[in-house]
């Protein structure tokens, strides 16, 4: 390195934050505390979550379905015969 490239960086710290590596502080309450998607409503339908949470919850799993059930917007897959035109 030059000389003139030293004297530009004497005013740079090279040493990392204290913080830089420290774990992350837990989120105050109320944040991050977003309600996870109901995987058996029809806007939020996914069936590999359905099928963890029948394997890993199936209480939790049975609410989710009956809470879809009741709003009305229980959704499946779209099978049935295709269309040709």
Same mark, same amino acid.
């Given at each position: 390195? @030059?000389?003139n490239?030293?004297?530009?960086l @004497?005013?740079i @710290? +090279?040493?990392? @934050?204290?913080? =830089?590596f420290?774990?992350?502080s837990?989120?105050?309450?109320g944040?991050g !505390?977003?309600? $996870? &998607?109901? &995987?058996f409503r029809?806007?939020?339908?996914?069936?590999t #979550?359905?099928m963890?949470? +029948? /394997?890993d !919850?199936? $209480? $939790? =799993?049975? /609410?989710?379905? =009956?809470?879809a059930? #009741? !709003?009305g917007?229980v959704?499946?897959?779209?099978?049935?015969?295709? $269309?040709?035109y």
């Amino acid at each position: 390195m @030059s000389e003139n490239q030293n004297q530009n960086l @004497s005013g740079i @710290s +090279l040493q990392p @934050s204290p913080g =830089a590596f420290a774990p992350p502080s837990p989120t105050p309450a109320g944040e991050g !505390d977003l309600p $996870k &998607p109901n &995987p058996f409503r029809s806007r939020t339908w996914n069936l590999t #979550a359905q099928m963890r949470l +029948l /394997r890993d !919850d199936p $209480k $939790k =799993a049975r /609410r989710l379905k =009956a809470e879809a059930e #009741a !709003d009305g917007e229980v959704a499946g897959p779209k099978v049935g015969r295709p $269309k040709f035109y």
